[in-house]
């Protein structure tokens, strides 16, 4: 069994913040692949289903963010889960906006969420962090995690939603590298491969030149020939 948190802050205000991108992705989850309604449960809300055989929990912490390691540890302890079958999806300031990486234990970089978590069940779970960017200044963090996302970042967002989904049963086989390319395939252009190209386009054709005019023949007669031929 695999516990697949996603973290974020409960409640309508803080829905499309940067700081609940790791909500938005287990909600992509749960809908794609047809878990259970939501209920609540463990401190926080929970759905259930399979991916093939192997079973999983989508866990959405209702602690507020700091506080997301009493839900997790109380999801864990009810099920008997071991750190090594949870998996925590949460937004990153070190990565781009759309980057995601995949990350097998390490510290909790600061993050208040992974933090918490850390402080209940160590360091060795996995995680997929998806990149927002950063504010540029330390003292901006706050301000900008608790902020919306802007309405332009919507295509990306869809994209890294939908990869993720996508590779989420080879995420719960802990088949990392194929998650890794289910997430590529969304969030990086394809470039046309020759079998595919259409047919190669021709060089215009140019006009055809215009058919030479008769040059004038040279009359070679005398001149008493002309004068001859002019009485005939």
Do not use: C
Not at 78 to 89: G, M, N, R, S, T
Not at 149 to 169: M, N, Q, T, Y
């Amino acid at each position: 069994m695999k516990l697949i948190v996603g973290l974020g802050n409960p409640g309508a205000k803080y829905a499309r913040n940067r700081h609940n991108i790791g909500f938005m992705a287990v909600e992509q989850i749960a809908v794609d692949h047809g878990f259970s309604p939501w209920k609540s449960k463990h401190q926080g809300s929970v759905a259930e289903g399979r991916f093939g055989s192997t079973r999983a929990i989508l866990l959405r912490p209702e602690t507020f963010m700091n506080k997301s390691g009493d839900s997790v540890a109380a999801a864990m302890r009810f099920h008997k889960i071991e750190p090594e079958d949870v998996i925590v999806l949460h937004d990153e300031l070190d990565l781009a906006p759309g980057k995601v990486k995949f990350k097998m234990g390490g510290g909790h970089a600061g993050h208040n969420g992974l933090r918490s978590i850390h402080g209940h069940i160590g360091p060795d779970y996995g995680r997929v962090r998806l990149g927002i960017g950063h504010p540029g200044h330390k003292d901006r963090v706050a301000g900008y995690v608790l902020h919306d996302f802007a309405k332009g970042d919507a295509d990306w967002i869809d994209d890294v939603l939908r990869g993720i989904s996508d590779g989420a049963p080879f995420l719960a086989e802990g088949d990392n590298a194929k998650f890794m390319n289910a997430v590529s395939l969304r969030t990086t252009p394809q470039r046309p491969s020759t079998g595919t190209k259409g047919p190669a386009k021709t060089a215009p054709q140019a006009a055809p030149a215009p058919a030479a005019k008769d040059a004038p023949v040279s009359d070679e007669r005398s001149a008493l020939q002309k004068l001859l031929q002019r009485f005939k």
